[in-house]
């Protein structure tokens, strides 16, 4: 018998997994009959778990002991401004963790980021087995193609920690872009619009017979749907602050009454024109009566809303055009994917910056889980594989002197890959040099993530700017960095592995694992109902419908929340490594020493640099006073210099 493996997508918002066998590609329905789970983990006063739809209507109950959105905050620093954005909008309280890392608080406990989403995927994993009737222990799993590596590894530890063997991370697009093709004979340029709940990607792919070659992608991994939701939220806010002199966004019950109702006016002018949002009880005034919203809203003023944040999503795809060498004119086909793209002003506003209309062929709430089912399926061998061609999505870059960042693999650039780069030394007769790893886009050290940082020592001591180090990135196809640096003249060379952290350690990950958290999680009996029927006309007869989530027999009636359209109501630590700067472990052959000075890009003009001992390195993020970068920009070997950052 074949082996089983799922694709998860795992959404901001929503969540959905899907199995390919036999070359057919199934979405597995949850215990609900449907296809989509939402993204929500709600934490019991009796410590059992809930995820899914159950979940989410308990938000409007228990805002502060429910989870939603970990996806936007997975792999990030709580000095972040990413963080900052979504303390704003957040109910449930976010918490410094050790090494700068985010957690959650609830009640006395604290959660990492990876142990939130590992509840989720463990929901999806329950879901398989359910369907299947056995157990389920590989999966691939997609992310954002603008996903940083450390957002990707704390994804990696999430699959871990729920009890699954990652086989791969794919990158939404291209997933989607896999259900697109799959079985077909295409030959064709597409352009994949991603815009989900909480991340926004453009991926720009060649399709030929079963090869699947990504030619650029770009992205913004703090523009999605949620954003769309926070323009009505302040509408809404601000009206009734100015009738009624109360902000509810100062209450959390009331700011989640307000959430809830901004999603479902959105899903219904996916297929109305005009809605009213009802709220019968907002918030209880200082008379102690309740206070309502009643509203109007129609698609124009919806529009008019949310325009400049569809115009940043095009901004995004000219950067991946651009990328790609390609016009517009020149795809053959634009697959939309996401929940958000069901609206009409996006459908429209997608058709004219491509010239034409969108491909309705795939469902974009499923097209990403079922590609990824369909890659499973190709690493497990129970189908013919398809080749995947894909890309580095952002700049691996070296820091050097001056607090600026050379780079060494553009982003885009096919893998695997190997690139080097020629630098020298920064001091006269400096001993050793301080090899610092970054992603990202910015000239600006500190503009971009650190992935690591290792030291160089043993060549040959000479004036500053004689001594060639050459520095090389490697690059494979599991996205594994291997750095070298080495001194031509005399052969002396050390290399490093980054070894990326979700900011947890080894220890840290095994003690979660072991303590069984994501075991908690208990299924939800199902409502009675009819159950739908499975493929892609399934849950989206209705996409537009203002469908909320059933509330717990508990609930009020008070606390109902209504969107009525105007024709509705039918309705390890090893010894070897060390924890460096940005929470992240390399596997370091050489102790960092303090006496360790920058490097500078070979040919800079010393003119333009500090003098020996005038602080070499300003500005780099994390660096001891007595501790220096390599020295600026340097002549390629394998390709052009380095143009000036975007």
Known sequence: MAEIAIGIDLGTSTS???????????????????????????????????????????????????????????????????????????????VEGPNHSVRIKIREE???????????????????????????????????AYFNDNQR????????????????????????????????????????????????????LEIGQDVYEVLATCGDTFL??????????????????????????KDPYALEKLKVAAESAKKALSMDDEVEIRIPDVITGSDGRPRAIVRRLDCAEYTALVADLVQRTFKVCDEALQQAGLLAGQLDGVILVGGPTRLPLIRRAVAEYFGQ???????????????????????????????????????????????????????????????????????DFQEAVRIRIYQGESRSADQNELLGQFTFSGFRRADRGQVRIEVTFEIDTDGIVNVTAREPETGQQASTQITLSSGLSPAQLDAI?????????????????????PGPARAAARPGAAAMPAAPPSASTSDELEVLPDDAFDLEVDEEFEVVPGNVRVAAREPLEPEALDLMPEGTDLRDLPGPGAAPGAGAPGAPSDVDDLFGDMDDLDGPPDDDAS
């Open 16 to 94: 959905c997994v899907a199995l390919s066998r036999q070359r057919k590609v199934e979405v597995l329905l949850n215990s609900f009959g449907e296809a989509v789970s939402a993204s929500v983990v709600a934490f019991r006063a009796d410590g059992t778990v809930v995820v899914g739809n159950a979940a989410k209507a308990n938000i409007i109950h228990e805002p502060r002991h429910t989870v939603h959105s970990a996806k936007r905050l997975i792999g990030r620093y709580f000095f972040s401004e990413e963080l900052r954005k979504a303390q704003a909008v957040c109910s449930y309280e976010i």
């Open 110 to 144: 604290q959660f990492s980021l990876p142990e939130i989403s590992a509840m989720v995927l463990k929901e999806m994993k329950s879901i398989a087995e359910a369907n299947l009737g056995e157990p389920v222990s590989k999966a691939v799993i997609t992310v954002p």
């Open 153 to 204: 590894q704390a994804t990696r530890d999430a699959g871990r920690i729920a009890g699954l063997e990652v086989l791969r991370l794919l990158n939404e697009p291209t997933a989607a872009a896999l259900s697109y093709g799959f079985g077909r004979s295409v030959n064709q340029k597409v352009a994949v619009y991603d815009l989900g709940g909480g991340t926004f990607d453009i991926s720009i």
């Open 224 to 249: 999605g749907g949620e954003d769309f939701d926070d323009r009505l939220i302040d509408l809404l806010a601000e009206e009734f602050l100015a009738q009624e002199g109360v902000n509810p966004r």
């Open 357 to 427: 209309t969108p491909k309705v062929d795939v469902d974009p709430d499923q097209a990403v889980a079922m590609g990824a089912a369909i890659h499973a399926a190709t690493l497990v061998g129970s189908t013919e594989g398809s080749v995947l061609l894909d890309v580095t999505p952002l700049s691996l870059r070296i820091g050097v002197a001056g607090g600026l960042a050379e780079t060494v693999i553009e982003r885009n650039t096919p893998v695997p890959i190997e690139q080097t780069r020629v630098f020298t030394t920064f001091e």
């Open 513 to 533: 694992i072991a303590e069984g958290k994501a075991d908690r999680v208990r299924s939800e009996a199902p409502v009675a109902r009819a159950p739908a029927a």
